[in-house]
């Protein structure tokens, strides 16, 4: 195969209908005979439901069902069956549904809502990960021994832990008693909403015959038909799922979230379809949140600055049930040192119920939450044995010497150029290079006299593998037309990240085909779909590729039987190249794609093949976790990078304004670089927002006190349209790879708020163990250490201070 | 999600007030940025909406000898339009809130009266009426009355607004052309947020130390915008040097306690922040600042 389109930026496929306002997304849709529903959510982070009073409700107009929690009696969950679509007898957060109304309209949904009375009897609530651990805490689900548990999963009965990832290698406590400087922190990732522009919502139907239809806003179909189909006890052809556009998804749509409640709730009323729609501030209790971790870290150190033991351990305080977030848990516990090279360590991560929102994936899926740790920690240990924080990580860095990750894997060159990524970035932000020369800004004239700030700079690696399960299949059907057309045919969702537009320019250069003679027809419905495990962990692009080039190779096949036979020539004898078939030795002998892919037909009439139908597909060798040591191929493809920030923080107001921005991923070959590019953009504006502003806000009973756009602070154009962006696409080609590409999407937000602390720290001397950086936070702290220190040293790199 | 309504449309002032007075559960429209959404949020409960976009003679914004009169009508981006905000050093301060206000779509739709009307205490246009000592031009069921701004803020979502009456207009005294204003605020992202807090100043005679008068107002810090009385004394009549300045700003943290339960910013944070806008502001509208060499200049 020879790479045409690949590694050029040709336009989105979906671009027009986006623009033009065609493409339609769940929530357009509309059927006759529609029915609405809305849902009572519980004010109570933990209670007992004492008494619902339902039939005051169920009488007024339009009102089809009310239903609660005992009306539907099925277990959900993805890795644990620990839910029910609806609260029975315990609600377990503030913001689960306790009841729902399925009415003729909205308006007459609210209206019935408002007359239902439920009685609750408050119980103690456990509202973080330490109070959750603590013993003789209350439990959140007291019949966890119970639960149906898929295997690789670990929930401790009797306690709130849900899962216990662990990895060792060597000796930890003589590694850390050897080491001769030992450095030991806290650290906090809090939670954080993925506010995707597009609520969640879903629609379903029981039809007559029994079976289930359902269109959902979902980033994975098939997930969601496995899950309500497990649920329901239906066989998985009785149930259909149609996924198409999303406006946006971060890993909040990758879950089953209002999907089960929805069907449950047509089950109710058959044959109608039942249409659930989030409001904004629904989606922040109703689907899931992101983050959500603290941990503890302690490294030992020889005196030279080489890493020598490394004893980590993680808490997520995981909400109030487990679904996916189970997984995310070995993906931050063997991220958990980074990309650096620790003989001797052992790594702990407990997820934890908590009587909060159930937390799920959200892009980065466990590595942004524990290398922020991990890469705050390389700062302070190279502090400690006072080197440069570059050459320190550089000193430790995993990738060259082929060395074990914590896996066992070993990591070589040919995983990516990581010290080639940190030197761009170093270079970029001036770190590293000389600190003069670095800013021209600086030399500015400014007409007022400027406030007084302070300039730094931080860098931190990151490494990211996609958190998936050991089967996690992908699919794609090649259907090739009579004109020599192909439609490539694969469930991954199109939420905004392009992969549609990378997927036709992957089968077209495997094909060797133009690009315009390929089409990805948009929308997965699981009735014809050839199925995709889901569209998470940065996988579509990489695993699409391989199923592709698995697809291509029967259709080639094929294609050559067929015009061996037109030929009348051994199979072994023709050859495809470009778009034609001939014969090989004697080209003159040919005979077009479109000629042989719908079957051949000869100068008499008779035809032989038949239209080319093939599907092709691909999962990457992986295990489960080694019940001794937590090693195993927990980790199927490897991305490395590193991102800088050159900061400013305004000393009067604690604002922090990011100057510049620098990223390098080694991304193995990139498909498309522009939409490669943006993507690195829009996840590092993602990243900032975690960093800077974003925060969910706790109140004291569990319930989330800025659940909505006016105090959730995401960041604006505003607020990003000054900083000097820079992408770096590095491409080591990967090892027997047809495509090349490794997973690119999530990384670009992985280590996004560790560069921003480690330059806020290098600016103003204050180190935050915690996101987010909001300019009260900063302002505070450094009013904290003034007042510590009476006379205190002007803060490094001040300029400007009168 | 927004509740059902009746929505009103009348002609006439008149015919408004009289709805106003006398429909159940019933709220004015202007641009709606606020009442939808509270509406929405089940804040407020309206049956009756009572659309004043209609109403003949509530205009937009006019000159009217040495006062600007900012009609019911008037929209931010209207005022924003208007020459004597941007000719008038006394009325920068108008400018400099709508600038900062909402998102260029919200501005087209909100109202400056809507803004004031909705008595809320870090709104924009609050501490700027406060400094500008506007008037509120009252039009009820029993007639017009006028009344200064300071008089028209009762506390967090409360006015002096009586059943069916109608902000109709907010007159502005515009400073002679010695004066400078400014507005600052301090939120949690550049682009669009509610401002933790606000501060408004305008200054008499800015060049004139010895005849000069200060007047600050602050926003989001109490129930209403307050003046600082004491503080625009010590800032009046005299070069403002950096002892003064720094006394000015203890007094003004010392001077406010806000509410705990902010989303937007601690009490801690206000505190400081209020002084640090001031020296803001006055670094922005005095030359030099401070003013050492004025004082030793002076008798
Ligand atoms: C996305 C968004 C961003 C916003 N950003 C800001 C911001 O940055 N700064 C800020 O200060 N505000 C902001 N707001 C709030 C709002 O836009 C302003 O307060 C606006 O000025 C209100 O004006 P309006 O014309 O829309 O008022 P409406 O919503 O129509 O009315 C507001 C209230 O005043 C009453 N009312 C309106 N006009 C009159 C009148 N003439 N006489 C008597 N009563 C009247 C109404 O009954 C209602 O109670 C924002 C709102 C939104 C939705």
Known sequence: ?802 | MLRPFDYHRPRTLDEACALGATLADAAYLAGGTDLLVKIRDGKQRARNVIDLKRVAGLGRVRRDGDHLVIGALCTITDLLHAEEVHAEPGLAVLRDAGVVFGCEEIRHRATVCGNVAHASPGAEYGSPMFVLEADCVLHGPAGERTIPVADFYRGPGRSALGPGEILKALRVPIAPRSARSAYLRRSRVRGMDLAGLNLALLVLDATEPARRRVRLAMGAVAGTPIRAPEVEALLSGAPITRDRLEQAKGALSAGISPRPTSLRASPEYKKAMVAHLLEAGLERLLEPFPEEVMAEASP
Not at chain 1, 310 to 317: E, R
Not at chain 1, 612 to 635: F, I, K, N, S
Not at chain 1, 680 to 709: D, K
Request: neutral net charge; hydrophobic residues 40%.
């Open chain 1, 1 to 802: 195969m020879e790479q045409r389109c690949i590694g050029t930026s040709v336009p989105r496929v979906d671009a027009l209908e986006k623009v033009t306002g065609e493409a339609r997304y769940v929530a357009d849709l509309s059927f006759p005979g529609m029915l609405h529903a809305k849902l009572l959510r519980s004010p109570h982070a933990h209670a007992r439901i004492v008494r619902i009073e339902k039939a005051a409700a169920a009488a007024m107009p339009g009102v089809h069902a009310v239903a609660t929690g005992k009306d539907l009696p099925w277990w959900v969950g993805e890795c644990i069956r620990d839910q029910r679509p609806m609260a029975v007898e315990t609600a377990r957060f503030a913001g689960e549904p306790v009841a729902a109304v399925v009415a003729s309209s909205e308006d007459a949904a609210l209206a019935a809502l408002e007359a239902i009375r439920v009685d609750y009897e408050p119980l103690p609530a456990v509202l973080d990960a330490r109070a959750a651990l603590a013993p003789g805490a209350p439990l959140v689900h007291p019949d966890l021994g119970t639960y149906h548990v898929l295997p690789g999963f670990r929930p401790s009965p009797g306690t709130n832990v849900f899962h216990h990832y662990f990895v060792k290698a060597g000796d930890v406590t003589k590694g850390l008693a050897r080491a001769a400087v030992v450095v030991e922190q806290e650290y906090e990732f809090p939670h954080l909403m993925h506010t995707a522009l597009e609520n969640h919502g879903c629609l379903a139907r029981y039809t007559a015959g029994g079976r289930l239809e359902v269109h959902a806003g979902a980033q994975s179909p098939f997930t969601v038909r496995n899950v309500v189909a497990e649920a329901f006890g239906l066989p998985r052809h009785r149930v259909s799922v149609r996924g198409g556009y999303l406006g946006g998804g971060f890993g909040g749509k990758s879950d089953a979230t209002v999907e089960p409640l929805t069907c449950a709730l047509a089950r109710l009323c058959p044959g109608r379809w039942v249409r659930l729609i989030l409001d904004r501030e629904e989606s922040f209790v109703g689907s899931v949140l992101g983050r959500g971790f603290r941990g503890r870290y302690r490294y030992g150190l020889t005196r030279r600055g080489r890493l020598v033991a490394a004893d980590i351990d993680l808490l997520m305080a995981g909400g109030a049930y487990s679904w996916t977030a189970v997984n995310i848990l070995p993906c931050a516990g063997h991220n958990g040192i980074g990309p650096y090279f620790v003989p001797d360590l052992e790594i702990h991560a407990r997820g934890l119920y908590t009587n909060t929102p159930p937390v799920g994936a959200y892009r980065g899926y466990g590595h942004p939450d524990s290398q922020f740790m991990a890469e705050r920690h390389m700062d302070l240990c190279a502090r400690a044995v006072g080197m440069d924080p570059v050459a320190f990580r550089l000193k430790n860095l995993l990738g060259k010497s082929g060395k074990k990750n914590p896996l066992g894997q070993r990591v070589d060159s040919s995983a990516g150029d990581l010290e080639g990524c940190i030197k761009l970035v170093a270079q970029d932000i001036g770190m590293a290079t000389s600190p003069e020369g670095i800013r021209a800004r600086e030399a500015e004239p400014s007409a007022v006299s400027r406030p007084a700030v302070a300039v730094g700079r931080g860098l931190a690696c990151l490494m990211k593998s996609p958190g998936q399960a050991t089967n996690a299949f992908t699919t794609v059907v090649l259907k090739f037309n009579e004109d020599g057309t192909v439609h490539v045919i694969s469930a991954v969702s199109e939420m905004g990240q392009g992969v549609h537009t990378a997927i036709a320019q992957i089968a077209a250069d495997l094909i060797e085909i133009p690009v315009e003679k390929v089409y990805v027809p948009q929308g997965t419905d699981t009735d014809y779909s050839p199925y995709d495990w889901q569209t998470v962990a940065s996988r579509a692009t990489w695993m699409q590729g391989r199923a592709i080039a698995a697809a291509w190779e029967k259709a080639r096949k094929e294609l050559r039987a067929t015009a061996a036979k037109a030929f009348g020539v051994p199979v072994a004898k023709v050859d495809y190249r470009r778009g034609t078939l001939f014969v090989r030795g004697d080209e003159s002998r040919a005979l077009p794609l479109e000629k042989v892919c719908h079957g051949y037909v000869f100068p008499d009439g008779h035809a032989v093949g038949g239209p080319v139908l093939v599907a092709g597909h691909y999962v990457p060798h992986a295990t489960y976790a080694d019940e001794q040591t937590g090693r195993g191929e927990l980790a199927t493809s490897w991305t490395f990078g590193c991102q800088g920030a050159e900061v400013e923080v305004d000393l009067r107001t604690g604002e922090v304004t990011v100057l510049r921005f620098s990223s390098a991923i080694d991304v193995g070959r990139a498909v498309n670089p522009e939409l490669a590019k943006a993507q690195v953009i829009g996840a590092v504006v993602f990243g900032l927002g975690g960093a800077l502003t974003e925060t969910v806000t706790w109140g004291p009973r569990g319930e989330i006190r800025n659940a909505s756009m006016t105090d959730y602070k995401v960041p604006t154009p505003e607020d990003v349209r000054g900083i000097d962006f820079r992408v770096h696409l590095l491409e080591t080609p990967v090892p027997g790879d047809p495509v090349g590409s490794r997973c690119l999407a999530e990384h670009g937000a992985v280590a996004v708020a560790p560069a921003i602390a480690n330059a806020v720290a290098d600016a103003t001397g204050v180190d935050f163990f915690d996101v987010p950086l909001a300019a009260e936070r900063v302002f505070l702290a450094l009013q904290a250490r003034a007042a510590q220190a009476p006379s205190p040293k002007p803060p490094r790199k001040a300029k400007g201070a009168r």
